[in-house]
């Protein structure tokens, strides 16, 4: 099968290791995948900013470099859940809003991918460690992505997933919530590695890439005795 692949900003920019692990995973799966390096932002910050205009003129650029038939995947529920929820809604045009919900139709966030489309639950993976899981915001209420992470990770050989108190809360990276609201935010991040710890988890996990740098940062900043790793990683046996 060939997909096409989206590769979010936070990933492009600031963890490239875990974009080429992605490629490699969709490619173990027997996917081949093509890679338009015209691609940039979906708009969702933006968009959460409230710059409409400056969106609009993003996603029909978006809707320009995924134009075809080709199934999209990619490594994060916030953007995809942003491109599948919201995308009619900033055109005025019938043709466009039908170009968007098309887009949307065909746009897969690649834990959701593999388990529910290609119906793969063990990618063959180990990692000896223990796990817990960081349910995002916007992946688990944009997207509605709970399940299919833990679903891969079980079959990952030598990982043992541990739960911890309030996995679906934030952790208060929130896009610019974040930048404009500093001590509220440092606050919920804390609280967030705090349950981890307590789990007994080695390492917290999640499907988004801007969650993990928010906690991250804090774990580095305290000296905290866990690690943050994207899902991906994980699904390709990549330790840090």
Same mark, same amino acid.
């Given at each position: 099968?060939? *997909?096409?692949?989206?590769?979010?900003?936070?990933?492009?920019?600031?963890?490239? +290791? %875990?974009?080429?692990?992605?490629?490699?995973?969709?490619?173990?799966?027997? $996917?081949? %995948?093509?890679?338009?390096? #015209?691609?940039?932002?979906?708009? +969702?910050?933006?968009?959460?900013?409230?710059? %409409?205009? =400056?969106?609009?003129?993003?996603?029909?650029?978006?809707?320009?470099?995924?134009?075809?038939?080709?199934?999209?995947?990619?490594?994060?529920?916030?953007?995809?859940?942003?491109?599948?929820?919201?995308?009619?809604?900033?055109?005025? %045009?019938?043709?466009?809003?039908? +170009?968007?919900?098309?887009? @949307?139709?065909?746009?897969?966030?690649?834990? !959701?991918?593999?388990?529910?489309?290609?119906?793969?639950?063990?990618? @063959?993976?180990?990692?000896?460690?223990?796990? $817990? *899981?960081? !349910?995002? $915001?916007?992946?688990?209420?944009?997207?509605?992505?709970?399940? #299919?992470?833990?679903?891969?990770?079980?079959?990952?050989?030598?990982?043992?997933?541990?739960?911890?108190? #309030?996995? !679906?809360?934030?952790?208060?990276? @929130?896009?610019?919530?974040?930048?404009?609201?500093?001590?509220?935010? +440092?606050?919920? *991040?804390?609280?967030?590695?705090?349950?981890?710890? =307590?789990?007994?988890?080695?390492?917290?996990?999640?499907?988004?890439?801007?969650?993990?740098?928010?906690?991250?940062?804090?774990?580095?900043?305290?000296?905290?005795?866990?690690?943050?790793?994207?899902?991906? !990683?994980?699904?390709?046996?990549?330790?840090?």
């Amino acid at each position: 099968m060939q *997909v096409s692949v989206f590769i979010p900003c936070f990933i492009d920019q600031l963890f490239p +290791q %875990t974009g080429e692990n992605f490629i490699q995973l969709l490619q173990k799966a027997g $996917c081949t %995948t093509q890679y338009n390096p #015209e691609q940039t932002c979906c708009g +969702q910050p933006s968009y959460n900013s409230g710059y %409409t205009a =400056e969106t609009q003129a993003m996603a029909r650029k978006f809707l320009k470099d995924f134009a075809g038939e080709d199934i999209i995947v990619s490594p994060g529920g916030s953007c995809t859940g942003f491109v599948k929820r919201h995308y009619a809604s900033l055109f005025d %045009t019938q043709n466009e809003k039908e +170009q968007a919900q098309a887009l @949307g139709t065909r746009m897969y966030e690649v834990c !959701d991918f593999l388990v529910n489309h290609l119906k793969i639950t063990d990618v @063959g993976a180990e990692f000896p460690a223990k796990v $817990c *899981v960081h !349910d995002a $915001c916007a992946a688990l209420r944009e997207y509605g992505l709970r399940n #299919e992470p833990r679903q891969l990770l079980a079959n990952v050989k030598g990982l043992e997933i541990v739960e911890m108190p #309030e996995s !679906d809360t934030c952790c208060g990276f @929130g896009g610019t919530f974040s930048v404009k609201q500093p001590a509220i935010s +440092q606050a919920m *991040v804390e609280q967030k590695v705090h349950n981890a710890i =307590e789990s007994g988890a080695e390492y917290i996990t999640s499907t988004e890439a801007s969650c993990l740098m928010n906690i991250a940062a804090y774990i580095e900043k305290n000296n905290c005795p866990i690690k943050a790793i994207h899902i991906i !990683d994980i699904l390709v046996g990549k330790k840090i």
